[in-house]
């Protein structure tokens, strides 16, 4: 018989308890935040109809990069690469009964057909957190107050990251003062969004090639490297530019102030229609973008409804474990087992009814029955990371005492099996 | 441009904001029961290698009931049918380096191509509890307890449900008792599984063809279908026959009594080597198995490895939450979000202000930004079934005094906006 592989599928992860254990703490400090700005969680399954990719993700996503197929009944079928077309799709269903404006959140898994590499896998997490409902830049303001609390409870400083703030209208207002068609701006703006993966000669020759090689490329490079050049290209009371310039000044009045205008960020997704974000990390070792969102107002208008403004982000869980791990953030593993039982002497009966009482308490207890030596079961619970240690034999049965070691401080305590109150008080 | 329907892939579920609050509530459950017994976290990608269910998880599920496809780099994959085989490759993997016995669980979802129907979705999420490294019973007692506590922990009384268990080896001694040929014997036991989705005819039909017709089939029926005739075949005195008595009455004697041998119970999957065990809602209306699972010590083999000794269960969303559902289990639905705060007359920055430290104090909460009357900002605070209610405007800007309201009991109390302890245990 052939043996087996024990490899996961390529670019994929397996999650052992310690790496479970770290993935859970992100996840925990995204839902605490979401929820602390009352965000409601929601979810949907990873299988979606393929046609919900092709109009507005962009190209390239769709054609190269999804996983897709057939199933048996010819359904077009794609394991969902991002979930703004999911959550547009379950908020255009139910328009006329769910209630304006909705805060949302969900941690979905999403799926990308590529070569992995450093901070991108094939299948990744990603918290998407939403509002939708409102058209003013209240919106924008509450989503970056939450993007930067989610990175102020992951334990940043504000000095280890960067938002970068842009408009797509702003764009659209350039590229109509540089009197672009709709396809040279098309194709200027995903020149721009992919500007920093190249040189600035590389740039510079896929602008010639769309500008038709006229001289206005290095005012126009210069323009969008300069937001002080920009301002005065449009005229400081054009409105899109002062609506930018107040929420910025309103988000650096409650206190944050890492945040800047690019007129260089673009962002891949097409169906973005006003201010758009990135979080970029500030070290020089992990200088990249962390996660972005934008507003996307035309997005539900796919599935034949009246508009439904909405501004969202989405944050991986990759690239954020990167950013914690280069900045030491991750916490240190320790079980979530509170307390390891040996049992000795085949005290099994004496020893389940202890632990049934303090499970009926809450405590996370694990029993060894292997009747292994006590130094065995010692270990067992050292290897495990468990913080606190019990040995029940026929001493502890008759007398009805046990001492609770805490393997950490390595104080030990003895107590009375009936005091399930101080017992739980010196484990929790 | 066509529009875009709305409606999910089939077979698979949206989870709106109150139908994810009862899967998280399912899902909190069996985490705080998993880890009350000391069971960590782990999971894994729901992409594997297609060869991982060839061999032993039945032929009938891998070729028909599955999602396969090949990838860009002709591989193939399938979307998981059950978490079994990953967790068996997780721990291959890594034996050497893993500290036995382990205890892990995972809520991992699960993907089958079926015709769907009440409690058979697509898509569905499924709690997996195993233990490794156990070759003793009391690694099967330790697991029946864990399900056990599971239905207490989501609410159900002894009465509404009956852990039904039996051994593939004591079948394999009845098999022989009855002088079938392997062959004969992997055919009856499919046939006995089959047997309540049939008639007692249909299922003699079956068994007299795979007998060629001998008169044995009555008597054999007559024995599987009486647990007393079946030990008097097999003999008081047979080891497998004492050593299942002696864990049906070690449960008893802690108290969980709603356990019978039933030797009808054959549980689908080939890689079961010894005991297994099903719990099946007793509740007349919805008579069927909510869940199950079984000793399999020679599936991890497959890798190439010694055989590690394993037993586990998989429980399902989709069934419980029907279970739950029958027996009026499922809690009512309220907001996580925890205060609704209204604002009036523009004052947003105090507003602010004072949510802001409220969620540096723990609390969810909420902030409406839309300006309309407070009539109307109260009116959403009850469409979203949150608890709590405060409006600031100038007034309360000006007197630092807010009124916070109750929504469920109407009682409203004043507050000093700075006394932040007394708001949180008020509100929490």
Known sequence: MKKLSTDPYKGVRDFYPEDMAVQNYIFNVMRRTCE???????????LEPSELYREKSGEEIVNEQTYSFKDRGDRDVTLRPEMTPTVARMVAAKRRE???P??????????????????????????????????????EKEILVLAHRLMKNLGAQDADFQIRINDRRIMNALY?????????????????????????????????????????????????????????????????????????????????????????LMRGFDYYTGIIFEVFDTNPENRRSLFGGGRYDDLLALFGNDKVPAVGFGAGDVT???????????????????????????????????VD?????????????????????????????????????????????????????????????SDVGTIVSFVG
């Open 320 to 354: 954020l474990r990167d950013f914690l791990e280069t900045h030491k953030l991750l916490p240190s593993y320790l079980s979530k087992t509170q307390l390891y039982v040996a049992v000795l002497d085949n005290a099994f009966s004496e020893a389940n009814g202890f």
């Open 98 to 100: 769910l209630s304006f």
């Open 102 to 139: 909705l805060r949302w959140y969900s941690i979905p898994n999403l799926f990308r057909y590529e070569q992995p590499q450093r901070g991108r896998l094939r299948e990744h997490w990603q918290l998407n957190a939403d509002i939708f409902g409102v058209e003013n830049t209240e919106a």
């Open 36 to 46: 602390s700005f009352g965000y409601c969680e929601y979810s949907a399954s990873i």
């Open 176 to 264: 109509e003062a540089f009197a672009l068609s709709l396809e040279q701006a098309y194709a200027a703006s995903k020149a721009i969004d992919k500007k920093n993966k190249s040189t600035l000669e590389v740039f510079k020759d896929s602008l010639n090639q769309i500008f038709n090689h006229d001289t206005k490329v290095d005012e126009f490079v210069a323009t969008i490297e300069s937001p002080q050049q920009l301002v005065k290209k449009l005229g400081e009371n054009n409105p899109l530019v002062q609506n930018l310039a107040s929420l910025i000044d309103g988000l650096s009045k409650i206190g944050i102030q890492n945040v800047v205008f690019d007129p260089t």
């Open 357 to 417: 009482t303090l499970r009926t308490a809450g405590m996370r207890i694990a029993v060894d029955f292997t009747s292994k030596s006590v130094g065995d079961q010692l270990k067992k619970a050292l290897t495990d990371n468990i913080p606190f240690f019990v040995a029940i034999g026929n001493q502890e049965a008759l007398q009805q005492n046990i001492k609770i070691k805490n393997l950490t401080t390595r104080e030990e305590r003895e107590f009375k099996m």
